[in-house]
């Protein structure tokens, strides 16, 4: 892919008489703000949840089969097939590395300054360690490793952050509708919301585009926010990009997760992992200790198997965040090395 040139974010600014006393300062990086008490009780009540649900048809499970719960699913993991499972989700891992990476430095030419991909590679793995724990903090981190050695200032960076976590609902939203489509038969019923769904998406997002073109509501000052910066230089054709690039991570995902899942002796095709993924990746990003959400849904929508869906949502998830940390070892050298010189 070659690169194209791009316009200075400079003289792209609107003017703006908005005073900006409340603006971060220019080159002062974003420190992500601690979750409110509310937020914690949310993702904690989400958590419980998950489990009770999990353990509840765990046991049921185990019980049918005349076993306790701990011999059922010592059971259920030493019937998997581990190391081509191991082989293929390693190669996925650094596959969805330089995907993910790609995409960062994308919005980053689009939005602020021509950095190159090699130079992004050593954050981008080295945020992986940190969002082991928050990955808000992983993309502040990223934020102050541009700001002390490129002189981007930390608000531009989160906007771009922000850009992309934006795209990415539309992105996974896009391909759920095509996953219907395409296996719609074999999906719950409750998979019917998505083409309504994803109407009413396509209409929140012509409005937002035309809102930060100024075609709607003109003399709103919320788009000149610095944190918007990213909004308001965005043209139809960014969104159009970001699908385009992120789309290889999606469908290699696709392949991966449909073998591996015969490898833990589940039956699954390649069209109904397109209708399922999309899905489980929006539960994904619910901030929950050790994925339980996106485990719950794996155990939802394959009912016959809560076992190996167990473990598979389990290992499958934890063993993609953690690897990518190790990913991140590899490269922390050469981070401390931009930033600190040594």
Same mark, same amino acid.
């Given at each position: 892919?070659?690169?194209?040139?791009?316009?200075?974010?400079?003289?792209?600014?609107? =003017?703006?008489?908005?005073?900006?006393?409340?603006?971060?300062?220019?080159?002062?990086?974003?420190?992500?703000?601690?979750?409110?008490?509310?937020?914690?009780? @949310?993702?904690?009540?989400?958590? /419980?949840?998950?489990?009770?649900? $999990?353990?509840?048809?765990?046991?049921?499970?185990?019980?049918?089969?005349?076993?306790?719960?701990?011999?059922?699913?010592?059971?259920?993991?030493?019937?998997?097939?581990?190391?081509?499972?191991?082989?293929?989700?390693?190669?996925?891992?650094?596959?969805?590395?330089?995907?993910?990476?790609?995409? @960062?430095?994308?919005?980053?030419? &689009?939005?602020?300054?021509?950095?190159?991909?090699?130079?992004?590679?050593?954050?981008?793995?080295?945020?992986?360690?940190?969002?082991?724990?928050? =990955?808000?903090?992983? +993309?502040?981190?990223?934020?102050?490793?541009?700001? +002390?050695?490129?002189?981007?200032?930390?608000?531009?960076?989160?906007?771009?952050?922000?850009?992309?976590?934006?795209?990415?609902?539309?992105? $996974?939203?896009? &391909?759920?509708?095509?996953?219907?489509?395409?296996?719609?038969?074999? $999906?719950?019923?409750?998979?019917? $919301?998505?083409?309504?769904? #994803?109407?009413?998406?396509?209409?929140?997002?012509?409005?937002?585009?035309?809102?930060?073109?100024?075609?709607?509501?003109?003399?709103?000052?919320?788009?000149?926010?610095?944190?918007?910066?990213?909004?308001?230089?965005? +043209?139809? &054709?960014?969104?159009? /990009?970001?699908?385009?690039?992120?789309?290889?991570?999606?469908?290699? #995902? @696709?392949?991966?997760?449909?073998?591996?899942?015969?490898?833990?002796?589940?039956? /699954?095709?390649?069209?109904?992992?397109?209708?399922?993924?999309?899905?489980?990746?929006?539960? /994904?990003?619910?901030?929950?200790?050790?994925?339980?959400? #996106?485990?719950?849904? &794996?155990?939802?929508?394959?009912?016959?198997?809560?076992?190996?869906?167990?473990?598979?949502?389990?290992?499958?998830?934890?063993?993609?965040?953690?690897?990518?940390?190790?990913?991140?070892?590899?490269?922390?050298?050469?981070?401390?090395?931009?930033?600190?010189?040594?």
């Amino acid at each position: 892919m070659t690169e194209t040139d791009v316009p200075d974010a400079e003289s792209n600014e609107p =003017e703006s008489n908005e005073p900006v006393a409340s603006e971060p300062v220019a080159n002062e990086p974003i420190v992500p703000r601690k979750p409110s008490a509310l937020q914690r009780v @949310v993702v904690l009540g989400i958590t /419980a949840g998950c489990f009770v649900y $999990l353990y509840n048809r765990l046991n049921g499970a185990a019980g049918r089969e005349g076993l306790s719960l701990v011999d059922y699913m010592s059971q259920v993991f030493s019937n998997v097939d581990w190391i081509p499972w191991l082989l293929l989700m390693i190669a996925y891992s650094f596959l969805y590395f330089l995907i993910d990476t790609l995409v @960062v430095t994308r919005a980053l030419n &689009w939005f602020i300054k021509e950095i190159r991909y090699r130079d992004i590679l050593p954050i981008r793995a080295s945020a992986y360690i940190i969002s082991i724990f928050n =990955e808000q903090i992983g +993309k502040g981190a990223m934020a102050y490793y541009l700001n +002390k050695r490129d002189g981007v200032p930390g608000w531009e960076v989160g906007s771009v952050m922000l850009f992309i976590m934006f795209c990415e609902m539309f992105y $996974l939203l896009i &391909w759920a509708t095509i996953g219907f489509y395409v296996s719609g038969d074999s $999906l719950p019923d409750a998979f019917g $919301l998505i083409p309504p769904i #994803a109407v009413g998406a396509a209409v929140v997002l012509t409005l937002w585009m035309l809102y930060f073109q100024g075609k709607i509501l003109p003399n709103n000052q919320l788009r000149d926010k610095r944190i918007l910066h990213a909004f308001r230089l965005a +043209k139809p &054709w960014h969104y159009g /990009a970001f699908f385009l690039l992120r789309s290889p991570a999606l469908l290699s #995902a @696709v392949v991966v997760y449909t073998i591996a899942l015969r490898l833990f002796g589940v039956e /699954a095709s390649f069209a109904s992992s397109l209708g399922y993924l999309p899905v489980i990746f929006f539960a /994904a990003t619910v901030p929950t200790p050790m994925r339980a959400a #996106a485990i719950t849904f &794996w155990v939802i929508l394959f009912p016959e198997n809560e076992g190996q869906m167990a473990a598979f949502g389990f290992v499958q998830h934890n063993f993609f965040i953690l690897f990518n940390a190790v990913i991140g070892l590899m490269f922390l050298r050469r981070a401390q090395r931009d930033l600190f010189g040594r």
